[in-house]
């Protein structure tokens, strides 16, 4: 692994849940495995008003709850825990950031960082283009001592236009090799895995393409509803919140083509070709492959669970989408005519994340399917969460007289690698920063190309009063309409939350 230099994490938004729950217990499971170097520091920045004393017993709260080394002897957690520091500001006053800029000198001093810090911004966007320029104002973004950068997290930007104009913002103040814009489902082993099936494995190279392909399903979908959050994800809904973001990076890497060299920027080019041969929304395809539901309220499992306009702090008319599918076309050599399914949800029946490669079925069935597995193809499935792991589905003859043929599964599970940690992706993604990797982050043209594709949704949704909105009932796999998007006689696999033997139990 690349040497790691001494340096500094400096949280804004420090007194947030992200850093409570994610953060902190990250940087611990770093400083467990010994990735840490020797000279670190966090150093936590909000308005809230603690002292390193009460900022440490807190994060050691959370470091004992979400920590995937929660049960770690007490003197290795109080030995981290001094590492961890607090300042408290007004983050919209530009002379508190001199206070900043004077904590990290004495850090500086007491611990030797090599003036090296990573920002990140744990805070509302709003304060996004404004950190920035603070820190630029009392020098802490120029790079003439050690290294600078700044992590940005999710959303970046509400639309095309304010997506370019933070580009802007950001630029002013940072070069695009310094600026971090983290997507956590890109830091998740199995989505990382992806690339290493496809371009390590010569039986599967030579079919990736439109020759054998049928069509590519991508799922991510939550059982929980908005759990509390109903004023924020009114003003987002399930495209922003999801499909903006993380379903087109996955579908990014599904579909790149092979990097010439496995460096961030080769995989960061080839992605950017994926995003600007994504085919333009035409008004049919805003009309007939778009499908956006909201969840009405139903009784699951003996529980009744309230419809999204009864939640708290969602408007009694909303129009916001819980539910999001499309099908969309990549107007390249390798993708030409094959399509790409998406969907996401709230309130549906399991939580899941994954990918489905649909091959061709043989071009003559010359045996009797039992179950349909001759018609439908070969699947090859690449599960994200949970349950991580891949399973090809594939066709076997049925014991006894005659040919029938039933599909069976052939699968590897994560879980089985019981002598590896397999790290979390918050830890993955810091990691890399640490080391000046952004191989695993957004691109600011990627962020604007994403932003374009997606953007006529928005302004029909916005334009059109009568754009179709379909109810579906909690713990549902969403609006019927949503199968009618798959060409042929398929519709779209829906899985459990085991991965392997599905068609022997199913566990929601």
């Known amino acids: 692994m690349k040497k790691i230099d001494n340096q500094a994490l400096v949280i804004f938004g420090a007194s947030g849940d992200l850093t409570y729950r994610k953060l902190v217990p990250s940087v611990f499971d770093l400083y467990m495995n010994d ?3 020797e000279g670190y520091a966090v150093l936590g920045v909000s308005r809230s008003k603690y002292t390193d004393a009460e900022f440490r017993r807190k994060m050691k709260e959370g470091i004992k709850q979400f920590s995937h080394f929660k049960n770690a002897a007490a003197e290795r957690i109080n030995s981290f825990l001094k590492r961890l ?32 810090y990573i920002f990140y911004l744990s805070t509302p966007p709003q304060l996004y283009p404004i950190i920035p320029k603070y820190l630029y104002g009392q020098g802490l973004t120029l790079q003439q001592k050690g290294f600078r950068r700044i992590i940005i997290e999710k959303p970046f930007g509400h639309d095309l236009e304010s997506a370019m104009e933070l580009n802007r913002s ?44 049928q069509h590519v399903e991508i799922t991510a979908a ?36 092979p990097p010439a060299k496995v460096t961030a920027e080769e995989i960061r080019h080839e992605k950017l070709k994926v995003f600007r041969s994504l085919r333009p929304l035409s008004d049919e395809d805003l009309r007939n492959n778009i499908i956006r539901g909201q969840y009405t309220e139903s009784h699951v499992k ?6 999204y306009r009864d939640e708290e702090g969602v408007d009694k008319d909303s129009r916001t989408e819980t539910y999001f599918a499309m099908k969309f076309f990549i107007d390249n050599w390798r993708w030409s005519g094959v399509p790409f399914y998406i969907r996401t949800g709230k309130r549906l029946p399991t939580r899941v994340s994954e990918i489905v490669i649909h091959f061709r079925p043989s071009p003559t ?3 009797k399917s039992v179950d349909g597995a001759v018609e439908a193809g070969n699947q090859l499935i690449m ?12 066709g076997m003859k049925v014991p006894g007289n005659g040919y029938e043929v039933r599909s069976v599964n052939v699968d590897f599970h994560y879980s089985d690698l ?22 695993l982050y957004m691109s600011g043209e990627g962020a604007e190309l994403t932003w374009r594709f997606v953007q006529p949704i928005l302004d029909y949704w916005n334009s059109d009063p009568n754009a179709p909105l379909y109810g579906y009932p909690s713990g549902s796999w969403g609006p019927e309409s949503a199968d009618q998007l798959i060409e042929g006689a398929g519709t779209w696999r829906y899985p459990c939350k085991n991965l392997s033997d599905d068609g022997i139990y199913c566990e929601l």
């Open 302 to 307: 003996g529980k009744f669970l309230a419809g």
């Open 418 to 439: 019981k002598d590896h940690y397999i790290p979390e992706a918050y830890e993955r993604l810091i990691l890399d920063c640490m080391t000046g990797d952004n191989t």
């Open 85 to 116: 520091f607090y300042l408290s500001i007004d983050t919209q006053k530009s002379e508190d950031y001199e206070l900043v800029k004077n904590r990290l000198k004495e850090l500086n001093r007491k611990l030797d960082l090599h003036h090296n």
């Open 383 to 394: 599960r994200i969460q949970p349950d991580e792991g891949i399973l090809l589905k594939t």
């Open 35 to 37: 990735s840490l170097p």
């Open 365 to 367: 069935q010359l045996f």
């Open 170 to 213: 950001l630029t002013d103040f940072f070069s695009e090799e310094q600026i971090y814009r983290i997507d956590h489902y890109l830091g998740k082993e199995t989505v990382q895995n992806l690339l290493v099936t496809r371009f390590s494995n010569g039986i599967f190279e030579p079919l990736w393409n439109r020759n054998y392909i």
């Open 222 to 257: 939550e059982s929980i509803g908005v759990e509390g959050r109903g004023g924020y994800y009114d003003t987002s809904g399930a495209m922003r919140d999801m499909v903006q973001n993380h379903l087109l990076q996955v579908a990014s890497l599904v579909a790149m083509e």
